[in-house]
């Protein structure tokens, strides 16, 4: 399989690793304010599961949650069932007009289900929030299959090294001259699971983290290699692959 062409819905089969994104229609902003993030992420917990969900019985403490776990969301009809996860979500990261997510299949056309029930469900919400109509996405989602080791272990560090796009634009052709302000930078951008993986709790219960950890090693590991992967990330390498 071409591993620059973006998979169709028959190639989407358990147990692979996909990188999936999506950006606004017109490369319009998705993410307005704190609520729109905060409502995305939040979907990306409730849609992960094979059962219907009830948006409306459960919702955001004041949607200043730091996670997602039980006791941070209200029950007002029925005791919360567990959920059965339709993928896991071994990494994510919100940008002002598009997003990323790095998903591990666990059962046959789980992404397909997962990423139906997450565009429509973001998108019903920002329609109505901002009182637009149309498409709020430019076109359907990419899910680009992870065939080979070295890309998988590049994926993570480029997702989550994403939001260096707001103050240093020529990150991405390898031009990272202070690491430093780079990784302060991205200890305070909540919108990704970066925080997480460096012990940070942000946002733990969306994300299924075991899988990545045990091939970096620890989370003390991932957090030394941050510099390291600053230095040496093949960029050009992996747009190429996620066809950016």
Aim: hydrophobic share 35%.
């Amino acid at each position: 399989m071409d591993s620059t062409k973006t998979v169709g819905r028959q190639d989407l089969i358990g147990g692979d690793v996909f990188h999936v994104l999506n950006r606004g229609v017109d490369q319009r902003d998705i993410f307005l304010d704190d609520k729109d993030h905060f409502r995305f992420i939040h979907n990306l917990f409730e849609f992960n599961n094979t059962e219907p969900v009830l948006n409306l019985g459960y919702f955001l403490k004041r949607g200043q949650s730091i996670d997602l776990r039980n006791q941070y969301i209200y029950k007002t009809t029925k005791p919360r069932q567990p959920r059965k996860l339709i993928v896991e979500i071994l990494a994510f990261c919100l940008m002002p007009n598009h997003f990323h997510l790095l998903l591990r299949q666990i059962q046959d056309g789980g992404i397909t289900m997962f990423m139906r029930k997450l565009g429509i469900g973001y998108a019903n919400y920002f329609n109505t929030k901002y009182e637009r109509k149309g498409t709020l996405f430019q076109s359907r989602y990419k899910a680009i299959p992870v065939l080979h080791d070295t890309h998988f272990i590049h994926l993570p560090y480029y997702i989550h090294f994403n939001p260096l796009d707001l103050i240093m634009q020529n990150w991405k052709e390898g031009n990272i001259t202070d690491c430093e302000k780079a990784i302060k930078f991205l200890e305070s951008y909540r919108w990704s699971s970066h925080l997480d993986y460096i012990g940070i709790k942000n946002f733990p219960s969306v994300t299924q983290r075991e899988f990545l950890l045990d091939i970096f090693g620890s989370v003390k590991d991932y957090k030394k290699t941050i510099e390291k992967w600053m230095k040496e990330l093949d960029v050009a390498y992996i747009r190429e692959l996620t066809l950016e």
